[in-house]
Each structure stands twice: as C-alpha cells, then as structure tokens.
C-alpha cells in the first residue's frame, strides 16, 4: 500500500531528532553495552569463591533487572516515535551507529573510551539506587 502524500510531504518527518530523542538513541546503544558487562561480571563473581561473593551476585542482578526494565521502556518509546538505530561500523578506535528518525538518517560515532567511561557512570549510578533506603528498593530486593 502506498503512502499518502500528506505523510510523504510532512515536515516533520524529515526533522532532526529533538534532545529528548537523541537521549533515547543514546540510551538505546548504551543500555545494551551495560548489561553485557554486569552479565560478564556476574558470571565472573559466580566463578570464584569470595566471602562476600552472594552479596555481589545479588547487586549484580538487581543492576540487570533495572537495566533491562529501562531498555524495555526505551524501546518502546523509540518504537512509539518511529526511531530505529543499528551498528554501523567498528573500527579500532570508534564504533559508528546509524539511527533512522522519522525519515531523518544520521550517523553517531563514540570512541570506545567513551563508551567505555559511559558504562561506568552508568553502572555506578545503578549502584547507588540499590541503596537507596526506598520501599521499592527493597522489593526489588526481596524478589531475588
């Protein structure tokens, strides 16, 4: 089925995205990145013994459980808004995504210290809502 011209022809489909938008494209390649590695470190705290270990393991869960909870809801906005984003390219010293918003095309490209400080904010700041002596928190934990 074709489009009708009013769409084909509206302005505001070829319109840069809006900050917020850039926001949800962010989180949509950083999210991603950060569950990989609380998965890789809580595999790696699974495999050794430390006295402390279970305390770590269940941190770790409840980071992964408010990450993908935030992906979920980040991407169905960008389904909502007609946003998509994908790999472009890696090189050695960045890694390019392309990101399509409502017939706006762009390309975005981090350094992988970038990314790798973004990760890193983004887990802390995880961290610290674990501790926060909040009703809700402690649900979270008390359903791991």
Do not use: W
């Not at 699974?46 to 993908?68: C, G, N, P, T, Y």
């Not at 990314?115 to 359903?143: C, G, L, Q, T």
């Amino acid at each position: 089925m074709a489009m009708p011209l009013i769409e084909i022809n509206d302005s505001a489909l070829h319109r840069p995205p809006a900050s917020e938008e850039i926001q949800l494209i962010h989180d949509a390649i950083i999210l991603p990145l950060t569950l990989v590695v609380v998965e890789r470190n809580r595999r790696e705290l699974d495999r050794k013994a430390r006295a402390l270990r279970s305390i770590f393991a269940k941190a770790a869960a409840i980071v992964m459980l408010q990450i993908k909870a935030d992906l979920t809801t980040n991407t169905k906005v960008l389904i909502r808004k007609g946003i998509t984003v994908c790999l472009d390219n890696s090189s050695s010293g960045n890694v390019s995504y392309r990101y399509n918003c409502r017939g706006f095309e762009a390309a975005a490209a981090f350094s992988h210290e970038y990314i790798r400080n973004e990760i890193n904010r983004r887990i802390s700041a995880y961290n610290a809502d674990i501790f926060i002596k909040d009703a809700s928190a402690r649900s979270i934990i008390n359903r791991i």
